[in-house]
Structures are given as structure tokens and as C-alpha cells.
């Protein structure tokens, strides 16, 4: 059956089809219906206790929210074009199984109070998903981390070599940095848990509503603290997508070292077959999309970030209808970074790493010169000093084709380090960093420890 928008009564002319497309939401917000029905069927309930619909007429209406639901789930609902958005779908479908009796059931409720209440919930949902994931890859940087604690490599700045470090220091420190997400997500829960059900379209209702046992129902934490807040603001996705985006950031550039470690230039790691690609065209390739990917979808989830921050700012209170446009970067952005973490996992699971060559490249006596600099410190030179002095040394024995690998005993004693050939030693540079945090066994099994005990599920 075709009819006019729920709201029609006060007009005499339909929408005109170009508006009323311009205003259709479902294609977007039909990923809320169980949501929606969960929260109907909530507001149902409060509508019984304030003594405006019967038992019967309650469970009726209960019933009729399932079966809609239902049908919504099974893909046998039958949308109308007048359906303007998943509330106004469900409440109609309602109506259309029980008259009179479903036509009760938006006293003191609007779209404004139940679509808040709908992405609040639905969030709840996704974030889970998406820190499960984040989680897990977490979890596989820290079981591949503990695999190579005394596995030396060069450690970069600049992308250049710098001071050795292990591969178990460097995967802990992207593990660190998703653990902080973790606890940006479940911070971001504790401000979401609200339920704005009960707020109305701005100011509540005169129907001795309450919103407390509402929300209590819907397994909120608490209920809104004022009605113009609860359906005006959407902090609480944009800080969701704010959350997502900063995530989203870490994994990139967790790809983006998985990309430098598998350049076969490089051939410190490669992917697993499983998470590679080939060409359509050069039949020797093996190229590693998923981490590509992942470093480029942090673009689009800090682009939803963008599109909630630049509708949001500047809208006066009160719901407008420019916050229907708060869904899609959303879901997308948690969606999008809980896809990314999936597949990053199971690329860092897998991973083959060659620990001989990252060994070898650590041979580049280049990477010991901060620890000359150091001894001659412990000598009582000024480190400035110390400094000058190495790069001299450095740049006399570049001048001549050496490196200070080729230093002699002699030459060490010149230059005031008479055991200096012995410092040019990963697992010994890498020993002798013993400050907590750094990248000595004892401090990356510390690490290893605290992020166990952090990323519990
Ligand atoms: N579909 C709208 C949204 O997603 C909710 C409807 C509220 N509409 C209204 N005219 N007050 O934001």
C-alpha cells in the first residue's frame, strides 16, 4: 500500500519526488532496524508503565515489532516509496499488521530520540567488532615479538640506518600503540553508554515516561542528562570516528613497515601467499595489496572523520535534518578500520621474517657510532665533544673508502676506546641499552608482560 509520509496530516501537497529522494535514508540506516525494534520495543514497554497501552495492546505491539523485524532480517519486508527511513518503515509496518493498536506506539517518542538511541546502540556494536580485531592484531605483534627478542636489526630514523634495536623491541612498539587505541575505544564507551531514549524531539514529553528504566532495558548504562542534548549532539560518533581514525593511522603505518620489511630490495620479510596478490599481466609478481590497502584506507576513515566534523560545526541546537548525513561515515569508519585490523592480523600472523638478513644488515658499522660516542662519555668527554669527535673520525675514514670496522687496535686507542672494535656488536649495543622501555631482553619481556596483561579480551 502506498501512502503519504507519517507526518502528512498538516500537509496538501505530497513531497515532490525529488525531494522526497533526496530525504530517503533506508539504503543507509536499514543496517539499524534490529536496533530500531529493540528500541521501540523498549518504548513500548515504558508506555505500558505510564499506563497508556494495556498488557495486551503491549504484547501485541511487541510481537508486531518482531515480526517486522524479522521480515526486515529475511529480506521479506515490503518497503513502501513512502518509507522515508527505517523508523518510519518499522512503525508503518507495525500499523499496517495491528490499526489502531500500532498506531499508538509513537506517543512520546520521535525519530530525533529514537535515531540517537539506534546509532548509539549500533556503534556499541561495531566498536566491539572493530577493537576485537584491533585486538587480535595486537595480540599476533606481541606473540611475533616475543619469537625474536634477541633478534637484532637496524633501527631506522629518517628511514636511515640508526642504532640497532631487536624486531621484538620494534613489533612492541606497534603493539603499544594499539594498545592505547583500545583504550581510546573503551574510554569513548564509557562517555556512548547513555540512552537518549525518552528526550522526544527536543524536550521530553508530557506522558510520564521514564527514561531510566528505559534505558536500564536497553542495557544502557545510564540514561541522558538533558533532552536537547540527547538528540541535538553527535560527539559521540564523531569521536568514535576520531578514535577509528587515529587507529586507522597506527595500522597504516604498521603496513607501511610491513611494505619496507617485504621490499625484496630490502628482503628482510615477506608475506605469506595468502595475503599477496598477483599480476594481471607479469606472471612473476607477488605484490603485498593487503598492507597497501591498509595503509590506504586510513585515508578514507580520516576523510569520514572530516565529512562528520565539517557537517557538525556550527549547527545551532536542536535536531536538523543535516545530521542524517552523521550514519555513513560511521559505520564506514569503524567498519572500514575493523576490516583493515582483520586482515593486518592474519598478515602479521603469517609473515615470514629472515632474521639472518636483518642480522647482516646489522653488520653496518654506521649504527655503533652513537655507541662510541657514548663510551668517550663515560670517559668524562663532554658528549658534544664526543660527537665532533666521532663524526671526524667518520668522515676521515669515509674520505679514505673505510668504515670503522677497519680500525686497528691502534687506531681505536687514537681515538680513546680501546675496546672499540668489540662495541660494533648488535647483541652487545643492544645488551648494554638496560633503561626500561628500550630494546634489551629484560625491557622488551617487561613490555611483553604489561601488554599481556593490557590486551586480555
Ligand atoms: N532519518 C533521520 C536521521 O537519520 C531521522 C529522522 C528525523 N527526521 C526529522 N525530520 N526530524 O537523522
Not at 542495557?219 to 559521540?236: E, H, I, K, P, Y
Not at 565529512?307 to 560545526?313: K, R, Y
Amino acid at each position: 500500500m502506498t501512502q503519504g509520509p507519517l507526518w502528512s496530516g498538516r500537509f496538501s501537497t505530497p513531497p515532490a519526488p525529488e525531494a522526497q529522494a533526496l530525504g530517503h535514508s533506508l539504503e543507509v540506516d536499514r543496517a539499524l532496524a534490529a536496533e530500531d525494534v529493540r528500541a521501540a520495543t523498549a518504548h513500548v514497554e515504558a508506555l505500558r508503565d505510564a499506563g497508556l497501552l494495556t498488557d495486551d495492546e503491549a504484547g501485541q505491539l511487541a510481537d508486531a515489532l518482531a515480526q517486522v523485524g524479522e521480515a526486515i532480517v529475511a529480506d521479506t519486508f515490503a518497503f513502501d516509496p513512502s518509507d522515508e527511513d527505517i523508523h518510519s518503515a518499522i512503525e508503518r509496518g507495525v500499523t499496517d499488521l495491528l490499526g489502531d493498536i500500532g498506531a499508538k506506539l509513537h506517543a512520546g517518542r520521535s525519530r530525533n530520540d529514537l535515531v540517537s538511541t539506534d546509532v548509539r546502540l549500533h556503534l556499541l556494536t561495531l566498536a566491539t567488532s572493530a577493537t576485537d580485531a584491533v585486538r587480535a592484531v595486537a595480540r599476533a605483534l606481541v606473540t611475533r615479538a616475543r619469537e625474536h627478542v634477541d633478534d637484532p636489526m637496524p633501527g631506522s630514523t629518517h628511514v636511515r640506518p640508526a642504532q640497532p634495536v631487536t624486531i621484538g623491541h620494534h613489533l612492541c612498539a606497534h603493539a603499544w600503540a594499539l594498545a592505547r587505541d583500545l583504550d581510546r575505544f573503551a574510554d569513548w564507551r564509557r562517555r556512548a553508554d547513555v540512552s537518549p531514549l525518552g528526550a522526544g524531539a527536543l524536550a521530553t514529553s508530557t506522558l510520564g515516561l521514564d527514561p531510566v528504566a528505559t534505558a536500564a532495558r536497553l542495557g544502557f548504562d545510564r540514561a541522558f542528562d538533558n533532552s536537547l542534548d540527547a538528540v541535538s549532539d553527535r560527539d559521540v560518533l564523531q569521536e568514535a570516528v576520531a578514535v577509528a581514525s587515529i587507529c586507522a593511522t597506527h595500522l597504516s603505518r604498521l603496513a607501511a613497515d610491513l611494505l619496507r620489511w617485504t621490499d625484496p630490495a630490502l628482503g628482510w620479510a615477506e608475506l605469506d601467499e595468502a595475503y599477496s596478490t598477483g599480476s594481471s599481466m607479469m606472471p612473476q609478481k607477488r605484490n603485498p595489496d593487503t598492507a597497501e590497502l591498509a595503509r590506504g584506507k586510513a585515508a578514507r576513515i580520516a576523510g569520514d572523520f572530516v565529512t562528520l566534523a565539517a557537517m557538525l560545526q556550527g549547527l545551532p541546537l536542536g535536531y536538523q535534518r543535516d545530521l542524517q548525513e552523521d550514519k555513513e561515515p560511521a559505520f564506514d569508519a569503524l567498519g572500514t578500520v575493523a576490516q583493515v585490523a582483520r586482515a593486518l592480523s592474519g598478515a602479521v600472523a603469517t609473515m615470514r621474517i629472515d632474521t639472518a638478513a636483518m642480522r647482516a644488515a646489522c653488520l653496518d658499522p654506521s649504527l655503533y657510532a652513537t655507541d662510541i660516542a657514548e663510551a668517550l662519555v663515560k670517559t668524562n668527554i663532554p658528549f658534544r665533544e664526543a660527537h665532533r669527535k666521532t663524526g671526524e673520525l667518520l668522515k676521515t675514514l669515509a674520505d679514505d673508502g673505510k668504515t670503522l670496522a677497519d680500525l686497528d687496535d691502534d687506531g681505536w686507542n687514537d681515538v680513546g676506546v680501546p675496546d672499540g672494535a668489540a662495541l660494533l656488536d648488535p647483541d652487545r649495543s643492544i645488551a648494554a641499552r638496560t633503561a626500561p622501555g628500550g630494546p634489551s631482553r629484560a625491557s622488551v619481556e617487561a613490555q611483553l608482560a604489561a601488554l599481556d596483561a593490557l590486551l586480555v579480551p
